[in-house]
């Protein structure tokens, strides 16, 4: 592994004395050239990262790096001040790591240590988590964290808790909720927010209209200090800020208006900036600090490959998430603009690039701009408020609310879902990042607890859940269910997946009809069963491909809906020798757990077992499948016990 290439030898810790209203020249220039240093460091390995082809996290983590450097040096002159500065913004965890390695948290190897973000049992996964020992706390959703600093402030009533805010997380409900709790029991929370003006899709002052971090915390009852950075940053000022707000008593906040990623060519302002640095315009940057190692670090650096060729399916790949907005797309474009309008409202939560929604809204754009604007709402990150709009707009038959975002976050929306529900709308949901499979963001954005969705009451219950297997068969599901009533989830993952092959080697899912709630057989077999569905159909075929050439007449059955028994196929499969049902979801909440009770209330008491994710991640991408014990390998040994 190449040596950092940061040089961090006029990097000084500094320890600020509250009673002090100003800097003094030399703890500015001090001040100013850590500032510098930080920044450069996240630069380069998250940019290092983006080389590598794992990603990561640039602008957030590089803007807070002022009000950081200055908290973190009060908290040392200060022991009222709590020694975590905490984060709502989990994206920003690169700001973590890099001072937790130059404060030698991590012993004297831990600039080395930031080389490996992002990598398979690094430690340093796309957001903080404290099991991996790397990190003073968990805040990989957006808005979870006030709440609990709430409570931290409550546990520790002589200290001065603060936190890093952001715009986006306070669009998220539960800050205003943190916020009239903080005001009412008047706690020592103190926060600094980064109103950069951007989220992952867009500008909040362009989306959200009225949006005003301040005004919003004052109608809380927050006083808030306001610095508009947007032509220069004004360290003297921020400085002045936080010392004002951790010298009083009871709840406050500044707000810090500025661009993203000040003073990087080629990203400042824009939404780029969010994710990892473009690799080329770190080198830029680089380049011009006069950083060589570092450039031809990464001029030099190949991404990390995994290819792996499994039986049964194509090497050719298809991402099902950015299909399921392609398919979306064309439906549409055979429609006129007023039965669009008239039909469909499409609902952003800020993640259209990651969901599919984007090629629906260049769609509409390019057929009429206007139209757009009417039918395609970019949200924000407000999960709730979003998806029931979008089930409000689908209150009436013909008309239906389309929204998209992770699977993780499906867990958000659980109760709002029971009156959706309740109320019979008409939507259209595509979950993406389903499972684990290439979430490097690790397990807090684990999509592995779809099957909360599936609550109704079973007497009356219309949801649907689909899970296709590649992407023409996500291509037909949701040609077929687009105009059915009810709440219809469509499940995706975050990698590309192959195209599942016949026996003939051809395109199974080519010119094919979705048929609901039937099972699919994808090879015939008289020894048992496999079943499986979406991602890990292809793992599983390669699987049972291999059993079979080693003598075990293994059939493997795809079960792309859900939550709906299939009566013939269950009475089909149960009487054969075992059945294993392979999933990626939680052991303790997927469709396993389902599967083995209808066998037994139909009496088919055949040898079951299902396998299932069942540990927290540590990492990387491609290695979370294999790390669950969910690899192909891993299932033809199931099978090989239960064939015995």
């Known amino acids: 592994m190449p040596k950092f290439p940061i040089d961090l030898k006029d990097y000084k810790p500094l320890t600020f004395d509250i009673s002090k209203p100003t800097l003094s020249s030399e703890q500015k220039k001090q001040l100013i050239k850590n500032i510098q240093l930080v920044r450069d460091t996240v630069v380069f390995f998250t940019a290092y990262a983006k080389a590598k082809d794992i990603g990561g996290h640039t602008g957030g983590a590089y803007d807070v790096v002022p009000e950081y450097l200055i908290t973190e040096a009060f908290a040392r002159g200060d022991k009222t001040i709590y020694p975590v500065i905490f984060d709502e913004a989990g994206h920003r965890v690169a700001i973590q790591y890099a001072m937790s390695a130059i404060n030698k948290e991590w012993g004297k190897d831990g600039l080395q240590k930031l080389m490996h973000y992002r990598e398979f049992k690094s430690g340093l996964p796309g957001h903080p988590e404290t099991e991996l020992k790397t990190a003073k706390f968990n805040s990989g959703r957006l808005g979870h964290m006030w709440g609990e600093v709430n409570g931290i402030a409550m546990a520790n009533p002589d200290k001065k808790i603060v936190m890093l805010g952001s715009d986006g997380s306070f669009l998220e409900g539960n800050d205003a909720e943190a916020a009239r709790i903080a005001v009412s029991r008047n706690l020592n929370v103190k926060v600094l927010f980064d109103m950069n003006d951007v989220t992952i899709a867009g500008h909040p002052t362009e989306y959200m209209k009225?949006?005003?971090?301040?005004?919003?915390?004052g109608g809380h009852g927050i006083k808030a200090l306001v610095g508009n950075y947007n032509d220069k940053e004004d360290i003297d000022l921020l400085y002045k800020q936080i010392r004002q707000v951790l010298s009083e008593d009871g709840p406050s906040a500044v707000v810090t208006k500025r661009k993203m990623a000040v003073g990087i060519k080629g990203i400042e302002g824009s939404p780029?900036?969010?994710?990892?640095i473009g690799v080329d315009v770190a080198i830029e940057y680089l380049k011009a600090?006069?950083?060589?190692?570092?450039?031809?670090?990464?001029?030099?650096?190949?991404?990390?490959?995994?290819?792996?060729e499994h039986l049964g399916s194509s090497v050719e790949e298809g991402k099902c998430r950015s299909q399921f907005g392609k398919t979306v797309a064309s439906i549409l474009s055979k429609l006129s603009g007023k039965q669009i309008l008239n039909s469909v409202r499409i609902f952003d939560p800020d993640l259209e690039g990651s969901t599919g929604l984007q090629s629906i809204r260049e769609a509409l754009e390019k057929k009429d701009k206007n139209l757009a604007k009417s039918v395609y709402h970019n949200i924000g990150p407000?999960?709730?408020?979003?998806?029931?709009?979008?089930?409000?707009?689908?209150?009436?038959?013909?008309?239906?609310?389309?929204?998209?975002?992770f699977s993780a976050f499906s867990e958000m929306i659980i109760s709002e879902l029971t009156m959706l529900r309740l109320s019979k709308r008409n939507m259209l949901i595509h979950y993406s990042h389903a499972g684990e499979d290439g979430m490097s963001d690790n397990t807090c954005h684990f999509g592995w607890n779809i099957f909360f969705l599936n609550n109704g009451p079973a007497s009356e219950d219309t949801t649907k859940m689909y899970f296709p297997a590649d992407a023409l068969q996500m291509d037909a599901i949701v040609k077929k269910v687009f105009n059915d009533e009810g709440i219809r989830f469509v499940f995706s993952t975050r990698p590309g997946v192959p195209y599942i092959l016949d026996e003939k080697g051809k395109k199974l899912y080519e010119n094919y009809q979705f048929k609901p709630n039937k099972n699919e057989i994808i090879r015939e077999g008289k020894d048992g069963y496999v079943i499986s569905y979406g991602e890990m159909l292809y793992r599983a075929l390669d699987a049972v491909e291999k059993a079979r050439k080693e003598g075990i007449d293994v059939g493997l059955i795809n079960k792309p809906t859900l939550n709906i028994p299939d009566e013939a196929m269950?009475?089909?499969?149960?009487k054969s020798k075992f059945i294993l049902l392979v999933e990626s979801q939680n052991y303790n909440t997927g469709l396993g757990i389902r599967y083995g009770t209808w066998l037994l209330e139909r009496g088919l008491c055949t040898k079951y077992a299902h396998i299932g994710a069942t540990k927290p991640g540590i990492g990387g991408q491609e290695e979370q499948i294999p790390y669950q014990g969910l690899d192909s390998k891993d299932i033809l040994k199931k099978i090989k016990e239960m064939a015995k």
């Open 289 to 308: 600090k006069g950083y060589k190692d570092a450039v031809e670090l990464l001029k030099n650096t190949k991404p990390i490959t995994y290819k792996e």
């Open 382 to 405: 407000q999960e709730r408020a979003g998806i029931l709009a979008a089930g409000g707009f689908g209150s009436e038959r013909g008309k239906q609310g389309i929204y998209a975002t």
């Open 210 to 217: 009225g949006f005003n971090i301040e005004q919003t915390l």
């Open 272 to 276: 780029k900036a969010h994710d990892a």
């Open 570 to 574: 269950l009475k089909k499969i149960g």
